[in-house]
């Protein structure tokens, strides 16, 4: 088997300093990668080096200790990868992560612009273009230095577009897939970069064998966008993209998760603990959950607004159901961010205020980065909440559904990647519609049990579909 190398802005692990300035690693957050930590223990080659970026202090410094740049940490913790964690100067990281990749490429993709705060493009996003571009440089230098002769390498998301292409010049070897882990905007949409910036995106990708999307709306957008670039043609029915004789195929790989590994995560004694707390504070009361980001593309606030709806129109519900709202801080670099989450705290706020009695707490708000307490609620819920504005897939709404002990329903946005397979046995609402959302929480809290389990046990079915690994080695195996 050849080699493989993974790259992502977001690594295995990530450091933080102990109080006498000791480095303590602990395993890096996110879907991407929990998705990727699962897979590369798969892939059964010790030759997987998996290179990302110090996100921050701590990293910086383990990056410089470690010999030749690589961390060798257990298995465990990095699903078996090497680590080579890059030391990106922190103004051209802040710069590529926050400026571009998170506050440009994320709007876009997201559509999150709105009129009053249409982009403005101008010198600055030049300049902050600059460090992308250094940044996507420092990987395809990195990738380009270790990769063997013939190896594999899958590059991540939104913050790497243009490493695709500058690893192809570097190293025209190499087998290269580029996945996105978002939506793809409509090409209307994505016009409103600047001309050399959307073009230089799409290029990037372009330098990919394999270009990966998590829904077939996605992979169609990213080929519309595609059909006015100079130079490329697009063939729709064999879905490839032909550009200065080179050739990329764009797939779909609708990410999925483990249900083994998930409920054997589940059945550990910190998830226990805190399925006992969970269970005290909810009582007998019917139980909703939300778990997200605070992210503004998640739609926290209709999706409380829609439960305040809720119970302005049934009372009947009033000390009878409780919502638990977990959000995990993320992205407090941008105000967007920090708004959005006061925004969140505000409404939970007034919720309570205008229902709460001694008696009865309607609403649980919890701002904190707590994951097996997540895990805990999935198995208490009796409805889950997912309501993106748009979402590249959404795993919460596959992992619900598999720890489920009660059969939940799910009410799920009609925009995200994931409804592409669950929507059949979910209450699909336009995420925009709050009294549409309030009305579907209704129906989902008067589903009969059996009922509500039959479809919960299809919507596990179809959430392990395509497993990490498998959605991996799909990848890989589109290379040969
Ligand atoms: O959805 C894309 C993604 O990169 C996910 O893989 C990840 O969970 C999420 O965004 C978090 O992003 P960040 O690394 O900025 O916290």
């Known amino acids: 088997m050849s080699q493989v190398l993974v790259a992502s802005n977001r690594g295995p692990v990530s450091f933080s300093f102990s109080g006498d300035g000791a480095l303590i690693p602990r395993r890096g957050g996110g879907g991407l990668v929990s998705a990727l930590a699962a897979m590369t223990g798969d892939v059964r080659n010790p030759d997987v080096l998996w290179v990302c970026a110090a996100l921050g202090d701590a990293d910086r410094s383990a990056a410089r200790r470690a010999p030749g740049g690589r961390l060798g940490l257990d298995g465990h913790d990095t699903g078996g990868a090497a680590v080579r964690m890059l030391d990106i100067p922190a103004a051209t990281f802040h710069r590529a992560y926050n400026a571009v990749a998170n506050a440009t490429l994320w709007f876009v993709h997201h559509l999150m612009y709105d009129t009053p705060r249409a982009p403005h493009f101008d010198a600055r996003t030049r300049r902050d273009w600059q460090s992308y571009e250094a940044y996507n440089a420092a990987f395809a230098d990195a990738l380009a230095r270790d990769a063997a002769p013939g190896a594999k390498v899958a590059i991540q998301d939104y913050h790497l577009s243009l490493a695709p292409r500058m690893l192809r010049d570097r190293r025209p070897d190499l087998r290269i897939v580029h996945f996105s882990h978002t939506p793809w905007a409509p090409p209307e949409y994505f016009r409103l970069l600047p001309d050399d910036i959307g ?226 046995d979910a209450l699909t609402v336009n995420p925009y519609d709050v009294s549409q959302t309030a009305e579907a929480l209704h129906r989902a809290l008067l589903m009969p049990p059996d009922r509500r389990a039959e479809r919960c046990a299809r919507l596990a079915a179809a959430a392990t579909a395509l497993p990490p690994r498998r959605w991996f080695a799909e990848q890989l195996a589109a290379l040969d």
């Open 199 to 424: 073009a230089a995106v799409l290029d990037g990708i372009l330098g990919a064998d394999h270009a990966g999307f998590l829904a077939e709306r996605w992979a169609a957008a990213f080929l519309d966008c595609c059909e006015p670039l100079p130079g490329a043609r697009v063939d729709r029915a064999a879905r490839t993209v032909t550009r200065a004789g080179h050739v990329t195929r764009v797939g779909v790989h609708p990410l999925g998760v483990d249900g083994d590994a998930l409920r054997a995560r589940a059945a550990e004694p910190d998830v226990a603990e805190r399925r006992r707390a969970l269970r005290e504070r909810v009582g007998d009361r019917r139980l909703i959950l939300r778990v997200d980001r605070t992210e503004p593309s998640k739609n926290i606030v209709r999706g409380l607004a829609a439960y305040r709806e809720l119970l302005a129109r049934h009372p009947e519900w009033h000390g009878r159901v409780v919502h638990l709202a977990f959000a995990y801080p993320s992205r407090h670099d941008l105000h967007e961010y920090r708004e959005y989450t006061a925004q969140v705290r505000r409404l939970a706020g007034q919720i309570a205020d205008e229902y709460g009695t001694a008696a009865w707490e309607p609403l649980i708000l919890e701002v904190e980065d707590d994951h097996p307490r997540s895990l805990a609620a999935y198995g208490l819920a009796d409805v889950l909440v997912v309501n993106p504005i748009r979402d590249g897939m959404n795993l919460v709404a596959k992992e619900g559904p598999v720890l489920s002990e009660r059969g939940c329903a799910l009410v799920l946005s009609r925009e995200a990647g994931a409804a592409a397979e669950l929507a059949d």
